[in-house]
């Protein structure tokens, strides 16, 4: 599609009907000029005001409302000041740049990576491409079914299914932002080890009579997939609308998260929670699994809460589990994906998910 | 007249693009019939793995993204085009 045809068709479209045939004729791209120099633009932007962020909450709280440095409320508005700001920056310029990267990926190029790869290599294969392929949980049935049906083995298309929605972009962006980089890449790593190793067991299982009937039964059309060829222009654009989207989505979540994380930073004593949080604890991973369970989606608004606990005495091991069970263990996935798979394969799937986490969870209490 | 197809078994996007749909086969004040298609059967028919998708007489246009106005009605353009 032509630059030019689209903002013909910004104008009044009733009188223009006639006339349709001028929008074949090849337009030159006008405005990708414009659009290199609003990214641009943007960078500075951001990069000025990444740097501003910290003084500016200094100031704030110790200069303008003249809390005292070391009160329980004036580091609490700072910390709480300065990761707001922090975190949605973080957010929204990670996404622009993920959102361009995956607009040259997509599931039918995925698919076709993965088709005719042994089991274990193809494993790896879909768990990284989990990472990099746009994937909406919501479209995990058609995804499913179509794997299945080009042949992908079933223990390939769950390492897929496993590693799409846990190494979430939102859940690493804060990591990164509010953990470090070495937090976030111990994150990543896990869900690329539990995605590849429980793909792996489910397909040593032969579990493919509890796929529903009708998956096997289904012949997709043999119309032709769907390749876009994208212009730079297309991907920013596309990156953008993925940044409004997603930041839309959670920027509340984030603001909350923070509130929260930055009451217990300021207020809680250190290592309260050592106790119950800590490695000595032996029931605190699985007992952080379970409580994951039900807090799907919402790693925008915990992540900044958990970050909190690690400072009074909650062990790393269990956070991480913690977190991998509230992204990776969705009870919403689950009930989409029971229209192809029956019970015993659903059940077998969420276990091993969360035997998995659990055993991440022992093994970086022990290791760290 | 086009057949439009909305393929997409309810969820949020997928009534998004339906929406979208509707407003721009009004304002070209298209002869448009819109089929929303839910069964996953006939979804795969189209060989697509994510949705929503979007099907104008029977060509898929876009899967597993909300287009744009400017996209949908660029879409409708080139499907009068060759009809």
């Known amino acids: ?368 | 007249m086009l057949t439009i197809k909305v393929l997409g078994s309810g969820c949020a996007n997928c009534k998004r693009v339906e929406q979208l749909v509707h407003k721009v086969v009004d304002s070209m004040s298209l002869e448009a019939k819109v089929i929303k298609v839910t069964d996953y059967k006939d979804i795969m028919a189209y060989n697509i793995l994510s949705t929503p998708g979007l099907v104008i007489n029977e060509k898929v246009v876009s899967t597993g993204r909300i287009p744009t106005e400017a996209e949908i009605t660029t879409f409708f353009a080139s499907a009068l085009e060759i009809a």
């Open chain 1, 1 to 368: 599609m032509s630059k030019q045809a689209k903002h013909y068709f910004k104008s009044p479209l009733r009188e223009k009907k006639n006339d349709m045939t001028t929008i074949s004729s090849p337009a030159k791209p006008a405005s990708s000029q414009r659009t290199i120099i609003l990214v641009a633009l943007s960078g500075i932007v951001w990069v000025a005001a990444y740097n501003l962020i910290q003084p500016l909450a200094n100031w704030i709280s110790y200069s303008a409302l003249r809390l005292p440095q070391d009160s329980h409320l004036g580091e609490s508005l700072a910390f709480f000041l300065y990761d707001v700001p922090k975190i949605l920056l973080l957010l929204s310029g990670m996404i622009f740049i993920i959102s361009i990267i995956r607009s040259f990926f997509s599931p039918e190029r995925t698919r076709a990576l993965l088709g005719g790869k042994r089991e274990g290599v193809a494993n790896i294969f879909a768990a990284m491409l989990g990472i990099v392929t746009p994937f909406c949980s919501c479209s995990a049935v058609p995804l499913f079914i179509g794997f299945v049906e080009s042949g992908i083995p079933l223990g390939v298309t769950f390492s897929f299914l496993i590693a799409a929605p846990t190494i979430n972009e939102v859940a690493v962006i804060m990591l990164l932002g509010l953990f470090g980089w070495k937090v976030a890449a111990l994150y990543v790593t896990s869900g690329l080890v539990i995605a590849i190793v429980a793909g792996i067991v489910i397909g040593r299982l032969k579990m493919e009579r509890f796929v529903e009937d009708f998956v096997w039964q289904i012949k997709s059309g043999a119309g032709q997939v769907l390749d876009e060829k994208l212009t730079w222009n297309n991907r920013i654009e596309r990156a953008w609308d993925s940044v409004k989207e997603i930041v839309g989505k959670v920027w509340l979540y984030v603001i909350i998260g923070i509130a929260v994380g930055a009451g217990i930073h300021g207020y809680v004593p250190e290592s309260a929670l050592a106790s119950i949080m800590g490695k000595q604890a032996w029931w605190s991973v699985p007992a952080a699994v379970l409580l994951g369970i039900p807090l799907y989606s919402n790693a925008a608004g915990i992540i900044p809460i958990v970050s909190a606990l690690m400072e009074k005495g909650a062990s790393l091991g269990t956070v991480l589990a913690f977190m991998m069970a509230v992204v990776g263990l969705s009870l919403p996935e689950a009930v989409i994906l029971r229209r192809v798979l029956k019970l015993p394969l659903l059940v077998t799937f969420f276990a091993v998910i969360a035997v998995a986490i659990i055993f991440i969870g022992y093994f970086f209490n022990l290791i760290l």
